[in-house]
């Protein structure tokens, strides 16, 4: 059975940093394609990063500079580096697990970012 477990979102204020990880089991990490998503209230859900299995990496306009997406296979964990953080960037945060044709989701984090 395949679980994505996401943690590391917080309140924090804005300019300071945070680190989301996602930890999976029962699948095969290494082949497997890794991002987040965030969705705010109101808004509609944006990929924010993503690494492929590969290390290839791919950044939303509005985070570019200020986030970094990493993976170390031998954890079967990825991490979002999330420096910078504005009011704007407050969201639910959800990492996924891609293995062709499924993904797989974590229950999602909190980010919260006062100014």
């Known amino acids: 059975q395949v679980q994505v477990v996401d943690s590391g979102g917080g309140l924090v204020q804005a300019g300071e940093s945070l680190r989301l990880s996602c930890a999976a089991s029962?699948?095969?990490?290494?082949?497997?394609?890794m991002g987040w998503y965030r969705q705010a209230r109101g808004n509609e859900r944006e990929l924010v990063a993503s690494i492929s299995s590969g290390g290839r990496t791919n950044y939303a306009d509005s985070v570019k500079g200020r986030f970094i997406i990493s993976r170390d296979n031998a954890r079967n964990t990825a991490y979002l580096q999330m420096n910078s953080l504005k009011p704007e960037d407050a969201a639910t945060y959800s990492c996924?697990?891609?293995?062709?044709?499924?993904?797989?989701w974590g229950q999602g984090t909190q980010v919260t970012v006062s100014a």
């Open positions: 996924y697990v891609f293995r062709s044709p499924v993904y797989y």
């Open positions: 029962g699948i095969i990490f290494s082949g497997s394609d």
